[in-house]
């Protein structure tokens, strides 16, 4: 098992400029997560899927989309950079349907916007 | 709305001591509590969690307590250790697969040699 895999690892954008960033899990988890974590900071809830064919906004959604593309599959798009949203961005799963909290965290895409 | 506080920020203990991190949550509906490591430059990990029907539960040289009715929860790492050294991240969960997971901001662990 893979678990949680992110691409790309690293990515430089300028502002103005579009991307979309991947997730997968191959761990059959019912929920899937985006965060983003600043420079010494904690992490902070982007958007969020409970199940296949849900998605919610997380604590800072502004300026970012996502779509769940089936159950394995989770990406989080940028329609327009800003340097604020310079930051490393995880991806994470969990089983929260069979009462399985413990979130597993993918390793992560740096991105920085200029 | 739901919010984790996490103290301190920064701590710094002699190799061998203990280290406490402390952690308090607002939503009374959470009901698991998690406790995430994360080394420099890599995803946080799992180390400790403790559901709501729980005082206390130990692994090796990890502990976690929990206070429901003061809602609050703390992390005891003992006879520390130069690998302790990290970011250490809790977090509270409600019992509705929609509620949202809220982590505390973070406490960086240094264990001096």
């Known amino acids: 098992n893979a678990g949680v895999t992110q691409t790309p690892k690293f990515q430089v954008l300028k502002t103005g400029q579009s991307m979309t960033l991947q997730c997968a899990q191959d761990m059959n988890h019912n929920s899937m997560y985006w965060y983003r974590q600043d420079p010494g900071m904690g992490l902070r809830l982007i958007y969020y899927?409970?199940?296949?064919?849900?998605?919610d906004k997380g604590e800072v959604p502004n300026g970012y989309n996502v779509s769940r593309l089936n159950k394995r599959e989770f990406s989080l798009r940028l329609e327009s950079a800003a340097p604020s949203q310079t930051s490393v961005y995880f991806c994470?799963?969990?089983?929260?349907?069979?009462?399985?909290?413990?979130?597993?965290f993918g390793p992560g895409t740096r991105l920085l916007v200029l | 709305g739901e919010n984790v506080e996490q103290h301190p920020s920064t701590l710094s203990v002699q190799e061998g001591d203990s280290a406490v991190i402390k952690c308090t949550y607002s939503d009374s509906a959470s009901n698991y509590f998690p406790w995430y490591k994360q080394e420099l430059g890599k995803r946080p990990q799992l180390i400790i969690d403790i559901r709501s029907n729980v005082g206390e539960k130990k692994d090796q040289r990890i502990a976690v307590t929990l206070n429901k009715t003061a809602k609050h929860f703390s992390l005891h790492i003992t006879e520390t250790q130069p690998e302790d050294s990290a970011v250490y991240f809790c977090a509270a969960i409600g019992y509705s697969s929609a509620s949202k997971i809220i982590f505390g901001s973070g406490t960086r662990l240094s264990i001096r040699p």
């Open positions: 994470a799963s969990s089983d929260r349907g069979a009462n399985q909290e413990t979130q597993y």
């Open positions: 899927s409970a199940s296949e064919g849900t998605t």
